[in-house]
């Protein structure tokens, strides 16, 4: 009987992880996960980086250049931020449009920005891209408005990819071709706005926006209660805590990172019960610097705090009953610092800051 009643409490603990773990939205890895000025955007090493951070996940733009190939790139209408020439890394000296060079001229005369010579690679087209992402178990976001790439997906990938755009009339032809999942952007609707949308386009669909005033608490649970997901897109600091907070099930982010399956801390740093009086804080500091790293934050307090991460990213929360809060982010180059300043009287129960060396 002892037996079973202790097999009974490793199910419901197992249960509790579980649905604590399911609370938490998965994070995507916006234009793949670049790392200061060394890793560039929208690159065959970004999906490689992707890998090591252990996201599942990343967004990339596809564009067509003049003769109509299909490339990886976002500033189209201005590629000097991305690209450099290729014979002696110097900045261009106007604006360069990728709807006015030929891609044989873009791979022979330019190269993808970085700091670091290994990095500065071609513009990766798009099947170049999807096969980093294959070889690497990543799934690709397609952001883009051509239906040709979102063949190309398909076949490379059967339904394992995901459709992202704001055109409602592409995605129903995508969803002809597709059981993916698919992100339907939209911007300034209600609730019910978008749930009819996306019941138009049917299938696993949800919504992306970037207007965070909109993702509120009713708005992600109408949503999420309809079946549909919620994806928060590059929300700026402190607005992605809060879409944590307001049920998001998706964060595509430029640095957010959480909690997840693919990789384990390497160092767990606990933070004991205590009492703070305001202004009173918490400082938890790893000793030495790490090249690519993440460090998250899990605190279960009530009162009001503020948490500062890397001395970087302030964000404020206000419980007036205990409860669990997780915040974290990628680093490149940096010493994890965590930072916990209490702006009233609060009580901290538990917390652990999870220190990641990938």
């Avoid at 900045?91 to 060079?101: Q, R, V």
């Avoid at 209660?225 to 928060?232: H, I, L, M, Y």
């Avoid at 007036?320 to 809060?325: A, I, N």
Wanted: contains cysteine.
């Amino acid at each position: 009987m002892k037996k079973h009643i202790l097999s009974l409490f490793f199910l419901i603990c197992v249960s509790l992880i579980n649905l604590r773990a399911q609370s938490l939205p998965i994070v995507y890895a916006h234009r793949g996960c670049w790392l200061g000025t060394e890793i560039p955007e929208n690159s065959v090493y970004a999906v490689e980086m992707a890998k090591r951070y252990g996201y599942t996940t990343i967004e990339c733009d596809v564009h067509y250049t003049k003769d109509s190939v299909m490339v990886i790139m976002h500033d189209i209408n201005d590629m000097r931020r991305c690209i450099r020439r290729k014979a002696d890394n110097s900045k261009l000296d106007g604006a360069l449009k990728l709807s006015e060079i030929n891609f044989d001229d873009l791979r022979k005369y330019y190269v993808l920005a970085s700091d670091n010579p290994k990095y500065r690679s071609p513009v990766p087209t798009l099947e170049e891209l999807l096969i980093a992402c294959k070889e690497n178990g990543i799934i690709p976001l397609l952001h883009s408005d051509l239906i040709e790439s979102y063949k190309v997906a398909q076949k490379m990938f059967g339904d394992n990819w995901i459709a992202f755009c704001s055109t409602d009339a592409i995605l129903k032809e995508v969803r002809k071709i597709s059981n993916c999942l698919i992100l339907l952007s939209m911007d300034n609707v209600t609730s019910d706005e978008a749930i009819q949308r996306m019941k138009a386009i049917g299938g696993r669909i949800g919504i992306s926006s970037m207007n965070y005033r909109m993702f509120t608490r009713e708005f992600c649970q109408a949503i999420r209660k309809a079946g549909f997901e919620v994806q928060s897109s590059i929300f700026p600091t402190p607005h992605d805590a809060e879409a944590i907070q307001n049920g998001a099930s998706i964060m595509l982010s430029d640095f957010c990172y959480l909690p997840n399956n693919q990789k384990k801390p390497f160092q767990t740093i606990i933070i004991k019960k205590s009492n703070l009086q305001k202004e009173e804080e918490i400082n938890k500091v790893y000793d030495s610097s790490i090249k690519y790293g993440a460090c998250v934050l899990e605190v279960n307090f009530k009162g009001s705090i503020e948490v500062i991460i890397n001395k970087k990213r302030h964000y404020s929360y206000t419980r007036k009953k205990l409860g669990t809060e997780y915040i974290g982010m990628r680093f490149y180059e940096d010493t994890p610092d965590v930072q916990i300043i209490a702006k009233e009287d609060s009580k901290i129960k538990k917390g652990k800051v999870y220190i990641y060396q990938l």
